[in-house]
């Protein structure tokens, strides 16, 4: 299933790298959890303060646009 959305999601590393939030700078090896987006291609590693604040922070956006849409 093709995504459609530019929207961050969670997936196991393809390959190594660097996580890209400047203050950490963590190696990721192939296979550990990122949240990756697919945007910039980028990604943010699994550990605080990078892709767990991220996803509270997307949470908290995702609650706050349905509060404001009605459909709380």
Same mark, same amino acid.
Request: aromatic letters at 12%.
């Given at each position: @299933? =093709?995504?459609?959305s530019n929207a961050p999601y969670w997936i196991k590393a393809h390959y190594g790298? /660097?996580?890209? %939030? ?6 990721? /090896? /192939?296979?550990?959890?990122?949240? *990756?987006?697919? =945007? ?6 699994? *550990? ?9 922070? @997307? ?6 646009? =349905?509060? *404001? %849409?009605?459909?709380?």
């Amino acid at each position: @299933m =093709a995504r459609r959305s530019n929207a961050p999601y969670w997936i196991k590393a393809h390959y190594g790298g /660097k996580c890209s %939030n400047p203050k950490c700078g963590r190696g990721v /090896k /192939k296979g550990e959890e990122i949240l *990756y987006y697919p =945007a910039t291609k980028t990604f943010l590693c699994c *550990y605080e303060p990078c892709g767990q604040q991220a996803q509270r922070d @997307m949470d908290a956006e995702r609650q706050d646009e =349905a509060v *404001y %849409n009605g459909h709380w």
